[in-house]
């Protein structure tokens, strides 16, 4: 670490977004902000999106004599009052550098790092307003999980966001269930990250270049490559050799934690398709329950929709994405475990066709009327792959659509997606 505190100036850090995700990864970054006081400075600021609430009954904190459970308070009263989130994350002891804060402009300004965890959604107006607040070389890290799927593009929402606020920025996905995160219990993650040549340190050598490639200045680069290896549409500004670069290294030392295990590795694309496909084979998974298929059936959709999963980012995305991110992160292989074992992509689908109803009615029954984001990802995918005459090249992919808008039955499954020997 003594490289990384080795820089007159400090990063500070902003993580935009509060809900259970955001206020565990808030957790986690506080205590690392906390323990390496040379590289960071200490408090973190939490954008939180401002409701009246009170401490309920099932909170620790409850108290019928106190005013904060007769009383509504603002929510960020409240966080930095009882040090816990005590309505997306209650019972949950957050440390003490937290700052809960209202105002979105004033939780990112003059932070050097960004960490973005809210519903994709609200992502272009929180840009909008964040423009003109944040510092021109900052860099961030998205942990929204998901792609933004068109018949014309796949956009990651780490590019969205960097593209709208001119830095760059990354993205962090894996097997992590907030919940479980936030008490503790031991997980691993994926962060994305892959350094623009501006932020390089690294001096040029002095032997062997030409004179002019000697000379050669990386910070007056502002051109990089997006994850398609085309130029980026964005113009970097690069961050000042006095903060501590923003390498593997440093987001290592912001993310790992004893019991939420980390491994940086540079393939953003492939690390934000796994977030999002992976919810089409957890509902795939569930479908199969349904029948009471058994273990074998749901390892076998598993298998065939990893090889599905890696096959659309080598085929859309060739000149970033690692066969290794799907068969070997926590990003690929270890989330789509996780979300074919208890997600509630998996859990609807199973209902779904152990009810004979449509996964519209358990939408309506057991989530308010809010759609799965398998449901819309397979839809956006499967046009995506239309558009492109790719769907038959994607049969699992391709068989869950249909089976959604009724046009195939989840008994037909094995036909759907079986394929010839090949001699």
């Not at 029948?291 to 659309?312: H, P, Q």
Request: charged share 20%.
């Amino acid at each position: 670490m003594a490289t990384l505190g080795a820089h007159e100036q400090k990063h500070k850090v902003t993580v935009v977004g509060s809900g259970n995700w955001g206020s565990a990864i808030a957790k986690i970054v506080a205590e690392n902000t906390r323990e390496q006081p040379d590289v960071f400075e200490q408090d973190v600021q939490m954008w939180v999106y401002e409701e009246e609430v009170s401490v309920t009954e099932s909170s620790n904190h409850y108290d019928p004599k106190s005013e904060y459970s007769t009383q509504k308070h603002k929510l960020t009263s409240l966080i930095n009052h009882f040090h816990e989130n005590v309505k997306y994350l209650p019972n949950i002891a957050l440390p003490p550098n937290i700052i809960a804060n209202p105002s979105l402009q004033d939780s990112v300004r003059d932070s050097t790092i960004l960490i973005f965890n809210l519903p994709h959604q609200f992502i272009g107006g929180l840009c909008d307003q964040m423009k003109g607040a944040i510092l021109p070389y900052a860099r961030g890290v998205s942990c929204i999980k998901g792609v933004s799927v068109s018949q014309e593009d796949v956009q990651l929402f780490s590019e969205s966001i960097g593209e709208k606020l001119g830095i760059y920025v990354g993205a962090l996905s894996g097997a992590n269930i907030a919940n479980e995160v936030a008490l503790e219990k031991f997980s691993e993650t994926t962060v994305a990250y892959d350094p623009p040549p501006m932020d390089s340190r690294a001096p040029t050598p002095k032997e062997g270049r030409t004179p002019q490639a000697s000379q050669l200045d990386l910070t007056q680069i502002t051109e990089h490559k997006d994850t398609r290896g085309l130029t980026s549409k964005v113009r970097l500004t690069a961050q000042p050799s006095d903060l501590p670069p923003v390498t593997h290294e440093l987001l290592h030392t912001l993310f790992h934690r004893p019991y939420f295990h980390v491994h940086v590795v540079s393939d953003v694309a492939g690390v934000s398709l796994g977030g999002a496909l992976k919810n089409i084979v957890a509902l795939t998974a569930g479908f199969v329950s349904g029948l009471d298929w058994g273990d074998n059936a749901k390892a076998a959709i598993m298998r065939i929709g990893l090889l599905e999963m890696r096959k659309f980012g080598k085929m859309f995305f060739e000149n970033s994405v690692r066969t290794a991110t799907f068969t070997e992160e926590s990003a690929g292989v270890a989330d789509l475990i996780t979300s074919c074992s208890g997600g509630r992509n998996y859990r609807c689908a199973k209902m779904s066709v152990e009810k004979g109803v449509k996964i519209s009615e358990v939408e309506r029954t057991e989530l308010n009327g809010q759609m799965l984001q398998g449901v819309s990802t397979a839809k956006e995918v499967f046009m995506f792959l239309e558009k492109r005459a790719k769907e038959k090249e994607f049969p699992l992919f391709t068989s869950t659509y249909r089976i959604l808008q009724g046009e195939a039955k989840v008994e037909d499954l094995p036909a759907l997606i079986s394929k010839p020997n090949r001699s």
